[in-house]
């Protein structure tokens, strides 16, 4: 069985592609051959990475869209003192 490297399915002897998501099946050696668990953890950590980075943009956009709403009405106060 050779596995695929971008989704994990189990393709049979001699296949080009994955039956599953059509990724090229690659010709590995047999110390590059991923076993089924090595392909899902890795596909975790790339899910778990993607979920950070996510989160991530999320909270600088919220950051962003307070400090505008505090420019915007803190900006009377500073027309006030400098006007």
């Known amino acids: 069985m050779v596995f695929c490297t971008r989704c994990g399915a189990e393709n049979p002897e001699g296949s080009g592609y994955c039956y599953k998501c059509g990724e090229k099946l690659r010709d590995l050696s047999d ?3 991923y076993t089924k668990k090595e392909l899902i953890k890795e596909k975790s950590d790339a899910t778990l990475l993607n979920i950070v980075l ?11 869209v307070q400090m505008i709403f505090a420019y915007s009405s803190m900006a009377p106060i500073f027309n006030n003192f400098f006007g």
């Open 54 to 64: 996510i989160i991530a943009v999320f909270i600088i956009v919220i950051l962003i």
């Open 31 to 33: 110390d590059q051959i």
